[in-house]
Protein backbone atom coordinates (compact mmCIF):
# COMPACT_ATOMS: atom_id res chain seq x y z
CA UNK A 1 0.00 0.00 0.00
CA UNK A 2 0.56 3.48 -0.81
CA UNK A 3 2.95 5.31 2.23
CA UNK A 4 0.82 8.45 2.12
CA UNK A 5 -2.33 6.55 2.22
CA UNK A 6 -4.81 8.26 4.22
CA UNK A 7 -5.52 5.18 7.10
CA UNK A 8 -8.77 3.67 8.22
CA UNK A 9 -9.42 6.51 11.14
CA UNK A 10 -9.67 9.55 8.24
CA UNK A 11 -12.32 7.80 6.09
CA UNK A 12 -14.45 6.54 9.54
CA UNK A 13 -13.58 10.11 10.54
CA UNK A 14 -15.18 11.51 7.13
CA UNK A 15 -18.02 8.88 6.81
CA UNK A 16 -18.73 10.29 11.03
CA UNK A 17 -19.68 13.71 8.93
CA UNK A 18 -21.14 12.59 6.66
CA UNK A 19 -23.81 10.65 7.97
CA UNK A 20 -23.65 13.80 11.16
CA UNK A 21 -24.34 16.65 8.01
CA UNK A 22 -27.16 14.10 6.52
CA UNK A 23 -28.82 13.69 9.94
CA UNK A 24 -28.76 10.10 9.80
CA UNK A 25 -28.71 7.93 12.60
CA UNK A 26 -25.38 6.14 13.32
CA UNK A 27 -25.00 3.12 12.27
CA UNK A 28 -22.35 0.34 12.38
CA UNK A 29 -23.07 -1.55 9.74
CA UNK A 30 -22.02 1.63 7.83
CA UNK A 31 -18.08 1.31 9.11
CA UNK A 32 -17.89 -2.40 8.79
CA UNK A 33 -18.42 -2.15 5.04
CA UNK A 34 -16.31 0.68 4.96
CA UNK A 35 -14.24 -1.07 6.84
CA UNK A 36 -14.33 -4.15 4.66
CA UNK A 37 -13.43 -1.90 0.81
CA UNK A 38 -10.74 -0.02 3.11
CA UNK A 39 -9.07 -3.75 3.54
CA UNK A 40 -9.49 -4.60 -0.04
CA UNK A 41 -6.52 -5.11 -2.34
CA UNK A 42 -9.07 -5.20 -5.43
CA UNK A 43 -12.66 -4.55 -6.07
CA UNK A 44 -15.54 -6.87 -4.62
CA UNK A 45 -19.07 -7.79 -5.28
CA UNK A 46 -21.54 -6.31 -2.94
CA UNK A 47 -22.06 -10.21 -2.11
CA UNK A 48 -18.52 -10.10 -1.10
CA UNK A 49 -19.00 -7.24 1.08
CA UNK A 50 -21.72 -9.25 2.53
CA UNK A 51 -19.72 -12.42 3.37
CA UNK A 52 -16.80 -10.56 4.72
CA UNK A 53 -18.99 -8.16 7.07
CA UNK A 54 -21.33 -11.34 8.06
CA UNK A 55 -18.21 -12.48 10.26
CA UNK A 56 -18.21 -9.69 12.32
CA UNK A 57 -22.01 -9.19 12.18
CA UNK A 58 -24.07 -12.14 11.36
CA UNK A 59 -27.00 -9.58 11.63
CA UNK A 60 -26.11 -7.82 8.78
CA UNK A 61 -28.67 -8.11 5.58
CA UNK A 62 -27.77 -7.85 1.91
CA UNK A 63 -30.33 -5.49 1.31
CA UNK A 64 -28.51 -3.19 4.00
CA UNK A 65 -25.23 -3.92 2.03
CA UNK A 66 -26.70 -2.81 -1.65
CA UNK A 67 -28.39 0.21 0.46
CA UNK A 68 -25.35 1.26 2.40
CA UNK A 69 -23.14 1.01 -1.21
CA UNK A 70 -25.20 3.72 -3.08
CA UNK A 71 -24.97 6.22 -0.33
CA UNK A 72 -21.91 5.74 0.15
CA UNK A 73 -21.31 5.96 -3.23
CA UNK A 74 -23.54 9.04 -3.41
CA UNK A 75 -21.63 10.56 -1.01
CA UNK A 76 -18.46 9.92 -3.18
CA UNK A 77 -16.37 7.39 -0.68
CA UNK A 78 -17.02 4.63 -2.98
CA UNK A 79 -16.83 4.20 -6.83
CA UNK A 80 -18.11 1.66 -8.64
CA UNK A 81 -17.70 -0.24 -12.06
CA UNK A 82 -20.82 -1.72 -13.91
CA UNK A 83 -20.63 -5.37 -15.35
CA UNK A 84 -24.16 -4.96 -17.01
CA UNK A 85 -26.67 -7.54 -15.87
CA UNK A 86 -23.97 -8.88 -13.89
CA UNK A 87 -24.17 -6.36 -11.35
CA UNK A 88 -21.72 -3.85 -10.16
CA UNK A 89 -17.76 -3.95 -8.07
CA UNK A 90 -17.07 -1.53 -5.60
CA UNK A 91 -13.49 0.46 -4.46
CA UNK A 92 -12.66 2.97 -2.15
CA UNK A 93 -12.21 6.02 -3.53
CA UNK A 94 -8.84 6.37 -2.31
CA UNK A 95 -8.75 10.01 -3.63
CA UNK A 96 -5.86 8.64 -6.39
CA UNK A 97 -7.65 8.89 -9.91
CA UNK A 98 -7.15 6.12 -12.47
CA UNK A 99 -9.24 4.11 -14.91
CA UNK A 100 -10.06 0.48 -15.79
CA UNK A 101 -9.50 -2.14 -17.99
CA UNK A 102 -12.27 -5.05 -17.52
CA UNK A 103 -12.13 -9.04 -18.62
CA UNK A 104 -15.82 -9.80 -19.58
CA UNK A 105 -14.85 -13.71 -19.84
CA UNK A 106 -13.02 -13.49 -16.06
CA UNK A 107 -14.18 -10.67 -14.61
CA UNK A 108 -10.76 -9.33 -13.70
CA UNK A 109 -9.73 -5.61 -13.72
CA UNK A 110 -6.81 -3.99 -14.42
CA UNK A 111 -6.67 -0.38 -13.15
CA UNK A 112 -4.31 2.24 -15.55
CA UNK A 113 -2.82 5.43 -15.49
CA UNK A 114 -1.94 7.34 -18.18
CA UNK A 115 -0.65 10.96 -18.14
CA UNK A 116 -1.64 11.37 -22.16
CA UNK A 117 -5.39 9.99 -21.84
CA UNK A 118 -6.06 12.30 -18.76
CA UNK A 119 -4.52 14.80 -20.97
CA UNK A 120 -6.53 14.19 -23.93
CA UNK A 121 -9.83 13.95 -22.33
CA UNK A 122 -9.34 17.29 -20.95
CA UNK A 123 -8.79 18.71 -24.20
CA UNK A 124 -11.17 17.16 -26.08
CA UNK A 125 -13.78 18.53 -23.15
CA UNK A 126 -12.13 22.28 -23.65
CA UNK A 127 -12.64 21.71 -27.50
CA UNK A 128 -16.52 21.83 -26.99
CA UNK A 129 -16.32 24.28 -24.16
CA UNK A 130 -17.57 21.67 -21.95
CA UNK A 131 -16.77 22.24 -18.04
CA UNK A 132 -15.37 18.33 -17.14
CA UNK A 133 -15.93 17.85 -13.26
CA UNK A 134 -14.76 14.03 -13.03
CA UNK A 135 -14.63 10.95 -15.60
CA UNK A 136 -14.83 7.79 -15.47
CA UNK A 137 -12.77 5.35 -18.05
CA UNK A 138 -13.78 1.71 -18.43
CA UNK A 139 -12.37 -0.61 -21.19
CA UNK A 140 -14.30 -3.91 -21.56
CA UNK A 141 -12.83 -6.58 -23.33
CA UNK A 142 -10.75 -10.22 -22.98
CA UNK A 143 -7.42 -10.22 -20.82
CA UNK A 144 -4.16 -11.93 -21.35
CA UNK A 145 -5.40 -15.38 -20.35
CA UNK A 146 -8.70 -15.45 -21.52
CA UNK A 147 -7.74 -15.07 -24.76
CA UNK A 148 -5.53 -18.47 -25.00
ZN1 LIG B 1 -10.09 -12.75 -18.15
ZN1 LIG C 1 -10.14 0.81 -9.44
Redo the contacts with the bound molecule.
Keep these: MNANAKDLDLYLEELKSIVKKRGLKYSLQREQILKVLFNAQKHLTPEEIYNEVKKENSTIGLATVYRTLSFLEREEMVSSISFGSEGKKYELNRGEHHDHMI?I????IIEFFDEELERLQEEIAKKNSFKLITHQMNMYG??K??QE
Design positions: CKCGKVCEC
